[in-house]
């Protein structure tokens, strides 16, 4: 087989997974406190992997054996956008955004979670609970919420028939430690570090994706999987003349 079709093929896997990524910003172009997240890319020699000549999982569904001397590309998580979302005013009474780095702080079936996601209600027995029941924490634990109107203050703290009831717990954590979940949160096995992040009441933070970027790359990215596509094609097809003519040489 032809030497390039491995690098040819390394390239398209890897503007794959670019596709996949930026598809799944713009799915998320509504979803509150969503951060994009950019993959990133190693090349590296074949007689660098663990065993000769074995492509790792990273790139391939299942390691093959390629030659030991072909540059490949080795697809790493990536790293999460640190830039906050645009702020929006929507009036929700329980609609928190904060104005800086930090995470509201969850307690959820699996355990603590973290999101930038404010969009909050009060659960069948009075606490402040995300839309799933995961009662929000605040620093001395569940908020619960007596009835009537609600403020919350710019330091965290919720106030209901003018007394305060709590105050919410905002956290910031090792970026390297995040570990993305579904319903856009996060898991973090290390502390998290108490922080006086602002909180604005009546506002959510948008996602840090814009369609129009996200549009122009899901264009360029499809063009340049689709010429290394071509350019597997044309060294299959170099294969192809070159088998022939060694089985009439023959």
Same mark, same amino acid.
Request: with cysteine; charged share 25%.
């Given at each position: 087989? $032809?030497? @390039?079709?491995? #690098?040819?093929?390394?390239?398209? +896997?890897?503007?794959?997974?670019? /596709?996949? %990524?930026?598809?799944?910003?713009?799915?998320?172009?509504?979803?509150?406190?969503?951060?994009?997240?950019?993959? $990133?890319?190693? *090349?590296? /020699?074949? %007689?660098?992997?663990?065993?000769?000549?074995?492509?790792?999982?990273?790139?391939?569904?299942?390691?093959?054996?390629?030659?030991?001397?072909?540059?490949?590309? $080795?697809?790493?998580?990536? %790293?999460?956008?640190?830039?906050?979302?645009?702020?929006?005013? %929507?009036?929700?009474? +329980?609609? +928190?955004?904060?104005?800086?780095?930090?995470?509201?702080?969850?307690?959820?079936?699996?355990? #603590?979670?973290?999101?930038?996601?404010?969009?909050?209600?009060?659960?069948? &027995? @009075?606490?402040?609970?995300?839309?799933?029941?995961?009662?929000?924490?605040?620093?001395?634990?569940?908020?619960?919420?007596?009835?009537?109107?609600?403020?919350?203050?710019?330091?965290?703290?919720?106030?209901?028939?003018?007394?305060?009831?709590?105050?919410?717990?905002?956290?910031?954590?090792?970026?390297?430690?995040?570990?993305? &979940?579904?319903?856009?949160?996060?898991?973090?096995?290390?502390?998290?570090?108490?922080?006086?992040?602002?909180?604005?009441? @009546?506002?959510?933070?948008?996602?840090?994706?814009?369609?129009? $970027?996200?549009?122009?790359?899901?264009?360029?990215?499809?063009?340049?999987?689709?010429?290394?596509?071509?350019?597997?094609?044309?060294?299959? *097809?170099?294969?192809?003349?070159?088998?022939?003519?060694?089985?009439? *040489?023959?």
């Amino acid at each position: 087989m $032809s030497d @390039g079709i491995y #690098v040819a093929l390394s390239g398209a +896997l890897g503007r794959q997974r670019q /596709l996949e %990524t930026v598809a799944n910003d713009l799915a998320n172009l509504e979803t509150p406190g969503y951060r994009s997240l950019r993959p $990133s890319f190693r *090349e590296y /020699l074949g %007689t660098a992997l663990g065993s000769p000549g074995q492509a790792p999982d990273a790139v391939w569904d299942a390691p093959r054996e390629v030659p030991a001397d072909r540059v490949l590309l $080795s697809i790493e998580p990536g %790293t999460e956008s640190k830039r906050p979302g645009p702020l929006r005013e %929507t009036r929700g009474e +329980l609609d +928190l955004a904060l104005e800086d780095a930090g995470y509201f702080v969850l307690q959820t079936a699996q355990g #603590v979670r973290y999101t930038r996601d404010g969009r909050f209600q009060r659960d069948a &027995e @009075g606490f402040l609970a995300a839309g799933d029941g995961s009662r929000v924490l605040g620093e001395k634990g569940p908020l619960h919420l007596p009835a009537g109107t609600v403020q919350v203050l710019a330091d965290g703290t919720l106030r209901a028939r003018g007394q305060d009831v709590g105050r919410l717990l905002r956290v910031e954590l090792p970026p390297q430690a995040l570990q993305r &979940e579904g319903a856009n949160r996060y898991r973090c096995d290390l502390p998290g570090r108490p922080v006086e992040t602002p909180v604005r009441q @009546g506002w959510l933070e948008g996602a840090d994706v814009s369609a129009l $970027s996200g549009m122009v790359q899901m264009i360029a990215l499809q063009r340049s999987f689709s010429a290394l596509q071509q350019v597997i094609q044309s060294y299959r *097809e170099i294969d192809q003349r070159a088998n022939e003519a060694a089985r009439k *040489e023959v």
